[in-house]
């Protein structure tokens, strides 16, 4: 099977039916194991991106949280939000079908902090100077849920 047509007819699927135009196959020992189109639009969810949903769907049918040994594939080069979850799920290898430049011409995406040109750049600064308004409050008895993990992990 060819699992690069397969991730670009899923996208265009999901266009057709009102979705966006992404979408996200997860392939381990030649079979696909999840596949996704983003379901931001259908759900109204923001954090129904492809990747999100193929990897909670991998994983649940694989039974682990660890995704070593398989390849995903995903029609744009992911997001922070995805490449995130790509590095904690570990797969051995991502393929992207597209950059951020070449479909920055056919797709906008409106969200108050979102900027198509910026967004990584966000990520890379230090939480007090990035446009979302952040406010670190610490809270000693917050570690303590830390150590409450630790002992019942021992």
């Given at each position: 099977m060819d699992f690069v047509q397969r991730t670009i007819d899923?996208?265009?699927?999901?266009v057709t039916t009102g979705g966006r135009p992404f979408a996200t196959v997860i392939v381990k020992d030649g079979e696909i194991v999840a596949e996704s189109p983003n379901k931001?639009?259908?759900?109204?969810?923001?954090?129904?991106h492809a990747e999100i949903l193929a990897i909670r769907e991998a994983?649940?049918?694989?039974g682990t949280e660890h995704l070593t040994g398989a390849t995903i594939y995903v029609l744009a080069?992911?997001?922070?939000?995805?490449?995130?979850?790509?590095?904690?799920?570990?797969?051995?290898?991502?393929?992207?079908?597209?950059?951020?430049?070449?479909?920055?011409?056919?797709y906008v995406d409106d969200r108050k902090y979102f900027e198509l040109a910026?967004?990584?750049?966000?990520f890379s600064k230090p939480w007090?100077?990035?446009?979302?308004?952040?406010?670190?409050?610490?809270?000693?008895?917050?570690?303590?849920?830390?150590r409450l993990w630790q002992a019942n992990s021992a």
């Open positions: 899923l996208a265009r699927q999901n931001v639009a259908q759900t109204g969810d923001p954090t129904a994983c649940t049918n694989l080069h992911p997001c922070p939000m995805c490449l995130g979850s790509l590095y904690y799920c570990s797969p051995d290898e991502v393929v992207f079908l597209t950059t951020r430049a070449a479909y920055e011409a056919y910026t967004f990584y750049d966000e007090d100077e990035r446009r979302l308004p952040m406010r670190y409050e610490p809270r000693d008895d917050a570690i303590d849920v830390y």
